[in-house]
């Protein structure tokens, strides 16, 4: 008879954990592309990254009007209100178009229309903070200023993760200096002007909106557009045919200033 000490004994179980082992790496060595071993589970999906915030840009002054004029670019800046399917069709327009824009949002719009805070960052654009309200924020107290401002960073940061690219006062093209520190302190380094008024608000129609952009555009412009008029559909195209001509480029106004 033969006796099995105890060390055949470890000799066959170490001998057998190897084979176990070798049957396991060939299994999944022949096991379809792509497929998981048992009991692991896929990764899940990343959730979508917050929109970039805002920058502070040492060279330019708290209150922006205009951009490098040694450059071939140009911002083309909307406020943020209005009917949705004219806004739908200017994004849609500029994209066709290989543009991209910025947009300073009206705080209710943002409550009537939350969606669209999301179809402008996921086309490339800039968004921003146009106040809570669109009142004239230089005559308020320090008080609603603060509210109107604040209000519009929160529904944005709700919204996107982030309170905005820039800010604009509303009902003005400059802010006060009141205005211009709550929005420094509410996280804004610059108060966003232009140097350029389409006065497409005034409804003068699509010729005369395009004749004031190609009176004032060159490089470096920023250009004053609003969401919610006919006018300002019907013009875009001819817009951006003439920067085409001029050998200028529409892009988001971080873009324009870095």
Same mark, same amino acid.
């Given at each position: 008879?033969?006796?099995?000490?105890?060390? *055949?004994?470890?000799?066959?179980?170490?001998?057998?954990?190897?084979?176990?082992?070798?049957?396991?790496?060939?299994?999944?060595?022949? $096991?379809?592309?792509? $497929?998981?071993?048992?009991?692991?589970?896929?990764?899940?999906? +990343? !959730?979508?990254?917050? !929109?970039?915030?805002?920058?502070?840009?040492?060279?330019?002054? !708290?209150?922006?009007?205009?951009?490098?004029?040694? /450059?071939?670019?140009?911002?083309?800046?909307? /406020?943020?209100?209005?009917?949705?399917?004219?806004?739908?069709?200017?994004?849609?327009?500029? =994209?066709?178009?290989? &543009?991209?824009?910025?947009?300073?949002?009206? @705080?209710?719009?943002?409550?009537?229309?939350? =969606?669209?805070?999301?179809?402008?960052?996921?086309?490339?654009? *800039?968004? @921003?903070? /146009?106040? /809570?309200?669109?009142?004239?924020?230089?005559?308020?107290?320090?008080?609603?200023?603060?509210? #109107?401002?604040? #209000?519009?960073? =929160?529904?944005?940061?709700?919204?996107?993760?982030?309170?905005?690219?820039?800010?604009?006062?509303?009902? &003005?093209?400059? &802010? +006060?200096?009141?205005?211009?520190?709550?929005?420094?302190? $509410?996280?804004?380094?610059?108060?966003?002007?232009? *140097?350029?008024?389409?006065?497409?608000?005034?409804?003068?129609?699509? *010729?005369?909106?395009?004749?004031?952009?190609?009176? @004032?555009?060159?490089?470096? +412009?920023?250009?004053?557009?609003?969401? @919610?008029?006919?006018?300002?559909?019907?013009?875009?195209?001819?817009?951006?045919? =003439?920067?085409?001509?001029?050998?200028?480029?529409?892009?988001?106004?971080?873009?324009?200033?870095?």
């Amino acid at each position: 008879m033969v006796r099995v000490t105890t060390t *055949d004994r470890r000799a066959a179980l170490r001998a057998g954990a190897g084979l176990v082992a070798a049957a396991g790496g060939l299994a999944a060595g022949c $096991a379809e592309p792509g $497929a998981t071993a048992p009991h692991t589970r896929p990764p899940r999906p +990343s !959730a979508r990254p917050p !929109a970039p915030g805002p920058r502070r840009f040492p060279r330019h002054p !708290a209150q922006i009007t205009h951009g490098p004029r040694d /450059h071939p670019r140009v911002a083309l800046t909307f /406020h943020g209100a209005g009917d949705p399917a004219t806004a739908r069709s200017l994004l849609g327009v500029a =994209e066709r178009h290989g &543009a991209r824009v910025t947009v300073l949002a009206v @705080g209710t719009w943002l409550d009537e229309h939350p =969606e669209l805070a999301r179809r402008i960052l996921d086309g490339g654009h *800039d968004l @921003g903070n /146009h106040t /809570h309200r669109h009142l004239d924020v230089n005559a308020m107290s320090e008080a609603e200023a603060h509210a #109107e401002i604040t #209000e519009c960073a =929160e529904r944005l940061k709700r919204l996107t993760g982030s309170i905005g690219t820039w800010f604009r006062p509303s009902r &003005a093209a400059r &802010a +006060s200096p009141l205005v211009e520190r709550l929005a420094r302190t $509410a996280g804004y380094p610059h108060v966003l002007s232009y *140097d350029v008024d389409s006065l497409d608000f005034t409804s003068p129609g699509p *010729d005369a909106v395009t004749g004031n952009v190609r009176a @004032g555009i060159r490089g470096g +412009s920023i250009v004053s557009l609003h969401f @919610g008029y006919a006018d300002t559909v019907a013009a875009l195209p001819a817009v951006l045919e =003439e920067l085409d001509h001029r050998g200028l480029r529409a892009v988001t106004t971080t873009e324009l200033l870095s």
